[in-house]
């Protein structure tokens, strides 16, 4: 279980709650708003929402609980004067204690004796469609995980009532489904790279086949992948074009272990191997040896820096020769003091992941910055900044709503001085939430301004790598 929304108006009540949470969950958010809570769930998928009984639900509350995709339980000792059929679980405080304390040392808290598992979306609709690609690029983008469309064709049409909800049973809810039309749709998977979108499309196509008697040969398919060098609407559009192109006969002797052992045998005999990872918008890399010990290979002699990386990642990126493809390689033991790492799982990936060294670096200060045009200003804060794009947080986005051009003027302060930027800006992307907004920049600057953000840049790079350094160090 990661993420954890715990709301409340007393909070003396449910401390005890919120100290077992802590102790199987990653993150516990705390928050005395409904909105707060909801708030966050825009932004980044929550597992569990509970709501102690203390905080009173209104109308609005309730209507907007209709929206959360996550479970979400009410703590109520002596029954609640409200409905919560379909949207909420009810139960007592002792009860959830309870099933706290049986849920220590496991990976996720069970509710499945209070709660269902939710249905993932389901969109009839471009343009709501649209509006949910839109928002998982922007995630996939700014948290750096991979993200694939598998697109359907189905020749037997009347089938295809059955073959979504046969899909819509078995993906995760966080995934998603598109119906196009009477014989085409589309399977959007978060955090699945292009080999496993492969494999669950054959294990699902293989299953579904045997249980509506639909010859497989009728369903076929294509894989589209997200680069993270894209902008949402290139993917959109790479989507709609491939809505009319050719369609492929789905794969039914895919063998994740082929590509696998071929891996493997490039390094039986141990080689040098450059690494990637990416570290608050830095592409860091350096060599390391690998070889092949059992059914597994070894990281040996990796890099100070990039250990401390990989050790916080779990993971680590390199490019396979006789693949010809980049590999994301999981990490199934990390020793820091003997600068060792055991890798066990596998996936291709797309290889501008390791190819674009373009750097958009986090900007962690509180920066203001203003954006301005002929109808009018709104005031937002940096979150990421590179020589040619930025990216600001705004509460107020109703300017960006129709225009293009924007004057944007911010302050970096740097060797103890404070440079002001003005600059001009196109808007490329903007991903809204209830109250805050996501807005991307196309810049074009100054010979002076540019210099000045590329030794800011500079010296953000220095202040990361004696992080990383510090944090190898004190290990």
């Known amino acids: ?196 979108a492969e494999i669950l499309t054959n294990r699902l196509t293989t299953h579904i086949t045997g249980e509506l008697g639909i010859d497989v040969e009728s369903l076929k398919n294509k894989i589209i992948s997200f680069k993270r060098i894209e902008s949402d609407s290139d993917f959109i559009n790479r989507i709609k074009n491939g809505l009319d192109s050719e369609y492929y006969n789905i794969n039914k002797d895919i063998d994740f272990n082929i590509w696998k052992e071929e891996l493997f045998s490039e390094f039986i005999e141990g080689k040098t191997v450059r690494i990637f990872n990416r570290y608050k918008g830095m592409l860091i890399s350096h060599d390391s040896d690998i070889i092949l010990k059992g059914s597994t290979l070894e990281l040996h002699n990796i890099r100070p820096l990039q250990l401390s990386i990989i050790n916080n990642e779990k993971a680590t990126y390199f490019y396979s020769t006789p693949l010809n493809k980049s590999i994301r390689a999981g990490v199934e033991e990390i020793d820091v003091d003997r600068s060792f790492a055991t890798l066990t799982s596998f996936e291709i990936i797309d290889s501008s992941f390791i190819k674009n060294t373009s750097m958009k670096l986090l900007v962690e200060d509180s920066v203001e910055v203003k954006i301005s045009n002929h109808t009018g200003i709104t005031v937002g804060k940096l979150l990421e900044l590179s020589l040619d794009e930025i990216t600001i947080t705004v509460e107020d986005r109703a300017i960006l709503q129709n225009e293009e051009n924007f004057t944007i003027q911010f302050s970096l302060d740097f060797k103890g001085k404070s440079h002001t930027i003005s600059t001009t800006g196109n808007l490329k992307n903007i991903e809204e939430g209830r109250d805050i907004s996501y807005a991307d920049f196309t810049i074009t600057t100054s010979l002076s301004d540019n210099m000045k953000i590329s030794e800011f840049l500079s010296n953000k790079q220095i202040k990361f790598i004696k992080e990383l350094k510090s944090g190898q160090e004190t290990r």
């Open 1 to 196: 279980m990661k993420n954890t929304v715990l709301v409340h108006k007393s909070f003396r009540n449910i401390s005890e709650v919120a100290e077992l949470i802590t102790e199987i969950g990653e993150n516990l958010f705390l928050s005395t708003s409904l909105s707060s809570g909801l708030q966050f769930l825009n932004f980044e998928r929550c597992d569990l929402f509970i709501i102690d009984e203390s905080y009173l639900l209104s109308e609005a509350d309730i209507e907007a609980l209709h929206k959360v995709k996550s479970d979400v339980i009410v703590i109520s000792e002596n029954g609640l004067d409200i409905d919560l059929q379909g949207i909420a679980s009810e139960i007592n405080k002792q009860e959830l204690i309870k099933n706290l304390q049986s849920s220590k040392g496991s990976a996720k808290f069970s509710i499945s004796s209070i709660s269902t598992k939710k249905a993932p979306n389901i969109f009839r609709e471009f343009d709501t469609f649209k509006d949910s690609i839109t928002q998982e690029v922007r995630r996939a983008k700014r948290y750096q995980y991979p993200l694939v469309v598998v697109m359907f064709q189905l020749v037997e049409t009347d089938h295809i009532e059955g073959v979504i909800n046969y899909f819509s049973s078995k993906i995760r809810e966080f995934d998603s489904l598109w119906i196009t039309d009477n014989s085409r749709f589309s399977m959007v998977l978060p955090h699945t790279g292009w080999n496993g």
